[in-house]
């Protein structure tokens, strides 16, 4: 190794001077300030010996677990071959995963631009829309989360996350998420698309009501503009059909996807579109281009983590195992309704909310200290989100229920205490 492991101190003092110390102090107050060093399907073990189970999986990235050993093996391979692109000639691993995303994905989608993270596939969906429209306006929704790169962040209407860095990139509308007749409302004719997550992951998991995302569909095809559907979080399996507009057989103009689509080894997104989205990108290739976007360690990967969406059984396994987490989370919630308000989600995308920020904030503590790992949602901090690895088994699911009942009772005591000292 080039390096040698720094121990927990050394870790500690280097992201105070050198990375930043305000989140070392973020990290420290949710105890989670341990060097991780090792990951396998849903454990990450610490330098200081503690081993965690994993319910976020890196914000929905580790959908077919960590290191899991059919991507290693395939990145392994490539590695041996050609990990980067020379960018000059064809790339054959690019040029197949692009075919197999057109075949895996729904509808018309055809090409892809390949890039690195979910915020730049956010910024050329934005890109492509426009140029294909030649029209101004995204409208995207309230508490949408589609990244922090100034276009994306420009759709990403929080407050929090926006107001430091305006004025933002005009012409981004906001309407209220689920909520038709508003949608309709704000189309006009400079609108060049509507963008939106089928479920919206960082907003608090809130799932639309049946029937939202077809009348979306309807909607902007009677008025001429362009569906974009954001999958960096709902994509590959994690909603319980591999893409979540299947649900309800919507087919995108632009389809984005990242995190999982790199099946938890490397970076990478991918912006899908139709051939009537592609066809002045293709007039004009280099509008938008990316150095490392397309390279064949990541596609080499993101080749395997289609394989095993498409045989692996993931998206069913996130259905069932889902509905099972689900169910066992609403029975936890009706025993401690003074801690958790509601449990809602689909497939394997969780989300609760708690009676409280304070209360989430206590939660997450205590789920910690039982060696669960659990996150709030960016954009909705009264909300814990669960989003395992997909074939987490219903046994390990058990345990985490028995670790998370332990810190409602924790947090219910804390709670009393609280009351107690107040009267
Ligand atoms: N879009 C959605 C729906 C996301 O959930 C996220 C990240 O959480 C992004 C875009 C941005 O992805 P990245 O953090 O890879 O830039």
Not at 268 to 275: R, V
Not at 283 to 305: I, M
Not at 319 to 327: D, S, W
Not at 353 to 366: F, N, P, Q, R, T
Request: proline share 5%; hydrophobic share 40%.
């Amino acid at each position: 190794m080039p390096y040698s492991l720094p121990d927990d101190a050394a870790v500690k003092q280097y992201y105070a001077e050198h990375v930043n110390s305000g989140l070392l102090g973020l990290l420290g107050f949710m105890g989670l300030d341990s060097a991780e060093v090792e990951a396998e399907g849903w454990l990450v073990r610490t330098n200081d010996g503690r081993e965690f189970i994993d319910c976020v999986a890196g914000y929905g990235s580790y959908n077919f677990g960590h290191r899991n050993p059919d991507v290693v093996r395939a990145v392994r391979e490539q590695l041996e071959r050609m990990p980067m692109s020379s960018k000059l000639l064809l790339n054959p691993v690019q040029a197949t995963l692009a075919q197999r995303l057109a075949a895996i994905t729904p509808g018309e989608l055809k090409y892809s631009f390949i890039s690195n993270s979910g915020t730049e596939a956010v910024e050329a969906a934005i890109k492509l829309a426009r140029l294909r429209s030649g029209r101004p306006d995204i409208i995207s929704a309230k508490n949408a989360y589609h990244g922090k790169t100034l276009g994306s962040l420009s759709s990403t209407h929080r407050e929090h996350f926006q107001s430091p860095f305006r004025p933002l990139i005009a012409n981004f509308g906001v309407v209220p998420f689920g909520d038709l007749d508003a949608l309709e409302a704000a189309i006009t004719d400079t609108t060049a698309a509507v963008m939106l997550e089928p479920v919206q992951g960082e907003g608090g998991i809130r799932v639309p009501p049946a029937g939202y995302l077809t009348g979306v569909r309807e909607l902007t095809k009677q008025r001429g503009v362009l569906l974009i559907l954001d999958e960096v979080q709902t994509g590959m399996g994690r909603t319980g059909r591999n893409f979540a507009c299947e649900r309800e057989g919507v087919e995108p103009d632009i389809l984005v996807l990242a995190k999982s689509l790199g099946g938890g080894v490397m970076p990478i997104g991918a912006t899908l579109g139709t051939e009537y989205v592609w066809e002045l990108f293709q007039e004009n290739p280099l509008v938008h281009t990316s150095t490392f976007g397309g390279n064949e360690l990541a596609c080499s990967a993101a080749l395997a983590a289609l394989d095993l969406l498409e045989h692996g059984g993931y998206a069913e396994m996130a259905e069932r195992n889902g509905a099972y987490f689900i169910e066992a989370l609403q029975g936890l919630q009706r025993d401690f309704p003074d801690v958790l308000a509601e449990v809602r989600g689909q497939g394997m995308m969780i989300g609760i909310d708690c009676v409280s920020k304070d209360v989430c904030e206590l939660m997450i503590a205590s789920v910690i200290e039982e060696k669960v790992f659990i996150a709030f949602a960016l954009n909705n901090p009264e909300v814990l989100r669960i989003e395992p690895p997909l074939h987490m088994p219903v046994e390990v699911i058990d345990e985490v229920m028995i670790r998370l009942r332990r810190a409602c009772e924790g947090t219910r005591m804390i709670l009393e205490q609280f009351s107690q000292m107040q009267g």
